[in-house]
């Protein structure tokens, strides 16, 4: 049975405050997905970090300073994630607009020196404006998809503690992962030179 929770209705730039405001001891699961759950982020506010690309989801970034970074990920019909994990960092989702699946996976086998990583489906769950999620760093390994049933555009804010440019991603066909940069379509509102929209 789930319960009705009141949120707030905040501006970007609240909820970067508010986000600020948290104690770098407490800036971890529980307390900050607490936070996210009782606020919602009005869609106006968002709109100089709205970039949407036919080709690919976009990463744009909002804000960073060393305990986190916040961006905006934008999310045309059908738009996917790889399989991928947060090299040990904490993350958190927040919809402020759309819907989105959160398919998580268990290690199943890994070895290190060949990049050989065997991976299984556990759970996946629907995320939306009043129930955002936060990433088990327990089982770290998921995907994000805007499902073509959805029929409709998404936007994520994603929360990564501390912030990192790599991640793992992970071939559930071949049972391989690497290692991939991570790079902004934006930052702070504006095109990077290289994106193409």
Avoid at 44 to 57: D, G, Q, R, V
Wanted: charged content about 25%.
């Amino acid at each position: 049975m789930s319960v009705e929770t009141t949120v707030d209705i905040v501006s970007i730039d609240q909820f970067v405050a508010g986000l600020c405001a948290i104690p770098e001891e407490d800036f971890r699961p529980g307390i900050v997905y607490d936070y996210l759950r009782n606020r919602v982020v009005d869609q106006n506010s968002l709109e100089p970090y709205t970039f949407f690309s036919k080709n690919h989801y976009t990463r744009n970034l909002i804000f960073k300073n060393d305990l986190f970074e916040l961006l905006s990920i934008c999310w045309e019909v059908g738009q996917v994630s790889q399989v991928h994990n947060h090299h040990n960092q904490n993350c958190w989702m927040s919809i402020p607009t759309g819907r989105l699946r959160v398919q998580n996976f268990r290690v199943l086998d890994e070895d290190h020196s060949r990049w050989y990583c065997r991976l299984e489906k556990t759970d996946g769950f629907d995320i939306h404006q009043t129930l955002p999620a936060e990433v088990n760093p327990e089982e770290p390994v998921h995907q994000v998809l805007n499902l073509p049933e959805f029929n409709q555009r998404a936007m994520s804010l994603h929360i990564y503690s501390r912030p990192f440019d790599r991640c793992l991603v992970y071939c559930c066909e071949t049972n391989e992962y690497r290692e991939v940069p991570l790079h902004y379509s934006s930052e702070y509102g504006k095109l990077c030179p290289d994106e193409r929209l």
